[in-house]
């Protein structure tokens, strides 16, 4: 059975940082690409950054360049976001997602096939 679990969430104030987590269980974690995607409260959940199997390649929406970076460990089956620079409109449930196409990772949910529970990230400004 696959699982993802998200970590690492909580209340930080505007300017500062968090670092996600994702740990992968029942999954050969090396063989999927992962994905991070937010639900802020009354919109759509949208993406956030995505890595390839490897981690050799990264992707990211233009609202977080510069400023998240997605890594991953595959020999601790484990995902990370690291969010610096940390902005209220950054408020959200954050996501992992594991996509076992190959290829670029995909930006839309419809290309993931498992999902964790989500993790609470709050900005006070």
């Known amino acids: 059975q696959v699982r993802l679990v998200e970590s690492g969430g909580g209340l930080v104030q505007a300017g500062g940082s968090l670092r996600l987590s994702c740990a992968a269980s029942?999954?050969?974690?090396?063989?999927?690409?992962m994905g991070w995607f937010r639900q802020a409260p009354g919109k759509q959940r949208e993406f956030v950054a995505a890595?390839?199997?490897?981690?050799?390649?990264?992707y990211y929406t233009d609202s977080v360049k510069g400023r998240f970076t997605i890594s991953r460990v595959n020999a601790k089956n484990t995902l990370y976001l690291q969010m610096n620079t940390l902005k209220p409109e950054d408020t959200a449930v954050y996501y992992c997602?594991?996509?076992?196409?190959?290829?670029?990772?995909?930006?839309?949910?419809?290309?993931?096939?498992?999902w964790g529970q989500g993790t609470q990230v709050t900005v006070s400004s």
């Open positions: 997602a594991a996509d076992k196409r190959y290829g670029i990772p995909s930006d839309r949910e419809t290309g993931y096939d498992y």
């Open positions: 029942g999954v050969t974690f090396s063989g999927y690409a």
């Open positions: 890595i390839t199997r490897s981690g050799g390649s990264t």
